[in-house]
């Protein structure tokens, strides 16, 4: 089992729809939680971190649900911007922070 | 501020060929990490830096990858010799991470795309 997932897409969605991303991971221990986004042949850049109590910025929300190990994304009112892979990305702080990704999720916005 | 960077941006080479990719990272970011991105796929961290030494390598395949960071700045990864399934970008990331704080954020660099023929 891979030790975060997600559904690799791609989701098509019209400009102004709401879509929302899902991510699961395996390992209990992990502490910090992240979104990521990557245009196309571009590097990852991150979007928000995602905290227990979910956050918000902007049209993006977060969520965080320890118990059952999963991490959501909301987008709101999509632009054809938004168009890329958004990665899922868990941290563990056994000491050294180790990052893991996510195969992404791609997203593609159309007028 | 300065982003990371890195050199080349593209490659090709021949199997069994050796390849050398370099990064500097954010000035006064103390960690630094090599992360290969196949295609379709996320990146997957090959090594791990904390100044000059070494913190985590346990996904980087020693009998033909090397990486060092010598004065604890730049550093140079270093595949030899290269298999056809090495074809990937070779993403250099750093952040300002201190051990036992929380989590922060890691700025990537534009990356190497490495094609093996």
């Known amino acids: 089992r891979k030790e975060v997932e997600q559904d690799p897409g791609p989701f098509n969605v019209p400009e102004g729809a709401t879509v929302a991303f899902n991510c699961t991971y395996s390992?209990?221990?992990?502490?910090?939680f992240f979104w990521y986004r990557q245009d196309c042949r571009k590097e990852p850049k991150l979007l928000m971190s995602?905290?227990?109590s979910g956050n918000e910025d902007g049209r993006f929300t977060a969520q965080l649900n320890r118990a059952s190990q999963y991490i959501s994304l909301l987008i709101r009112d999509s632009k054809l911007s938004d168009s890329a892979t958004y990665l899922c990305v868990v941290s563990s702080l056994g000491g050294f922070q180790k990052l893991v990704f996510g195969t992404g999720t791609r997203l593609l916005v159309s007028p | 501020e300065a982003g990371v960077a890195q050199s080349p941006r593209y490659k090709i080479i021949e199997k069994r060929q050796s390849v050398a990719f370099w990064c500097n990272p954010i000035?006064?970011?103390?960690?630094l990490y090599w992360y290969q991105q196949i295609l379709g796929q996320g990146p997957k961290l090959l090594i791990q830096f904390q100044n000059n030494g070494v913190v985590d390598d346990s996904q980087l395949p020693k009998d033909r990858f090397s990486a060092e960071r010598l004065k604890g700045v730049d550093s140079t990864l270093k595949i030899q010799p290269a298999k056809l399934e090495d074809s990937a970008v070779y993403l250099c990331a750093s952040s300002s991470y201190n051990p036992g704080t929380s989590a922060d954020e890691q700025f990537f660099g534009p990356g190497t795309r490495l094609t093996v023929l």
């Open positions: 995602v905290y227990s």
């Open positions: 390992n209990s221990a992990s502490q910090s």
């Open positions: 000035s006064g970011h103390a960690t």
